[in-house]
């Protein structure tokens, strides 16, 4: 019955409000037990029963006979102490009895009564006469009867009163309750439809701890959407990039075996397609892997100090006869006093051999490609600019997403990638704590920035 969290937070609502209700019923029925009401009328009782006395006796009438005849007209206890507080006399028919001189605690409580050498409670008045002795009016403490404390005054007072309260006091812990769970049923509920395209963010309201989760599960929602739909484009994008060359290949392949291609050149050109059609697919199956490796955090960076001035140079020149055959100058730029950072060098090769790849393939003949290196606010900025055609500014969002290709002619048919380098540089940088971008206009040419951070000390 109470496996709900609204039915929980609910009873446990009632269970405390039960609880405060029964400690102040508790509370109100000693209270109207001990009758303070009634022990103050006693004491004001008193108060005029020793003002008759001490009034009476001081027109020179024997204080004792004054006392005696008090105590028998008002039904009180009379007694003299000494200036030393003992006993002088007590008007009392049960002397045997005996009440010490009464000590006021007035920081203990508020009506002052003295204990008797029984143990009984006597409420007093005590005032001390001109002559330095102390007269005493006391009676017994009033008794009240439980039974009529309980049915006359408890009873009335509380369920007029506490079961109004508790009444609505449940229906305020009812509404809490569903202000806390309702929320929270609605996460559960959309959490249920979860994995789904579809499923809505859940509304913001309840306490802050409830909006908190509420938020953070939108949001962990949003990312899963996200991840899914990145996960289907992925699957369609291999699917297609893939299409093309197992096509070429099959259909090379048939025309070896159905003898369509009969002469020793034709069957060189099938052979040729499928090595390399099927050694695109090798580098893609490789690209994917290290892309897979990246995103687990389980791929092999080293970490080791890093010349950035000798990797770039070694770069340039190992591009050096490709960009001789297609009249494109590299010239690389490094800025005095380039540190020394902490890096993996064959990553970062891997990086910028992408970069400059990219550049070639965009520059036009008597281009250049400048490779620069130099440090800006606490960290190290190698950039790789060309003179190309540059790149639309709607592209240079979707740049470094993966099989992303800005240039329309290389959709589908590119022997040289299938828009995974740049997705790979960019999880490399950031592997290494940095950040690539990129930034170009057309007709200008393209620079791509890479910011790494520099070796601590």
Do not use: C
Not at 119 to 145: A, E, F, H, I, K
């Amino acid at each position: 019955m109470f496996s709900s969290l609204r039915s929980r937070l609910w009873l446990s609502y009632a269970l405390l409000i039960v609880t405060a209700l029964g400690i102040v019923a508790a509370t109100l029925f000693i209270y109207l037990l001990r009758n303070p009401l009634l022990y103050r009328q006693t004491l004001e009782r008193l108060n005029a029963v020793q003002s008759v006395v001490v009034e009476q006796s001081s027109t020179n009438k024997p204080l004792s006979n004054v006392a005696e005849k008090a105590s028998r007209t008002f039904n009180v206890r009379i007694l003299l102490y000494s200036q030393d507080k003992q006993l002088i006399f007590d008007t009392s028919s049960t002397k045997k009895v005996g009440l010490p001189f009464p000590e006021q605690r007035f920081l203990l409580r508020n009506i002052p009564y003295a204990r008797d050498e029984k143990g009984g409670l006597w409420l007093y008045s005590v005032q001390q006469l001109p002559d330095n002795t102390y007269l005493v009016v006391t009676s017994p403490r009033p008794r009240v009867s439980v039974v009529k404390v309980f049915t006359e005054d408890f009873m009335p007072l509380f369920l007029r009163s506490g079961l109004l309260a508790l009444l609505l006091s449940l229906v305020v812990a009812f509404f809490f309750a569903r202000w806390i769970a309702d929320p929270l049923q609605k996460v559960v509920l959309a959490a249920r439809q979860n994995p789904s395209a579809e499923i809505k963010p859940v509304e913001v309201h309840g306490p802050h701890e409830v909006r908190e989760l509420t938020r953070a599960f939108n949001e962990m929602t949003a990312r899963t959407q996200a991840s899914q739909k990145s996960q289907r484009e992925f699957v369609a994008n291999v699917s297609h990039e893939l299409k093309t060359p197992l096509t070429s290949v099959q259909g090379f392949a048939q025309a070896i075996l159905d003898g369509t291609a009969d002469t020793k050149e034709s069957q060189q050109q099938a052979a040729q397609v499928i090595f390399d059609e099927s050694a695109r697919m090798h580098r893609m199956v490789l690209d994917l892997l290290d892309l897979a490796r990246l995103d687990a955090g389980t791929a092999d960076i080293t970490m080791s100090p890093l010349n950035m001035s000798a990797l770039l140079n070694a770069i340039a020149e190992k591009f050096t006869p490709q960009s001789q055959r297609a009249g494109v100058n590299i010239k690389v730029e490094i800025a005095n006093s380039l540190p020394t950072i902490s890096a993996d060098g064959d990553r970062l090769a891997q990086v910028f051999t992408n970069l400059v790849d990219n550049a070639l393939k965009f520059t036009p003949r008597d281009g250049m490609i400048l490779l620069h290196a130099s440090t800006v606010k606490g960290e190290m900025l190698i950039s790789v600019s060309d003179t190309g055609a540059g790149i639309p500014l709607d592209a240079q969002a979707h740049i470094f997403d993966r099989f992303y290709q800005a240039d329309p002619a290389r959709k589908g048919g590119d022997k040289h990638g299938a828009g995974l380098g740049l997705a790979i540089a960019r999880e490399i940088v950031q592997a290494h704590g940095g950040r690539i971008g990129v930034r170009s206009e057309l007709g200008k040419g393209t620079s791509f920035e890479v910011f790494l951070p520099l070796m601590r000390k």
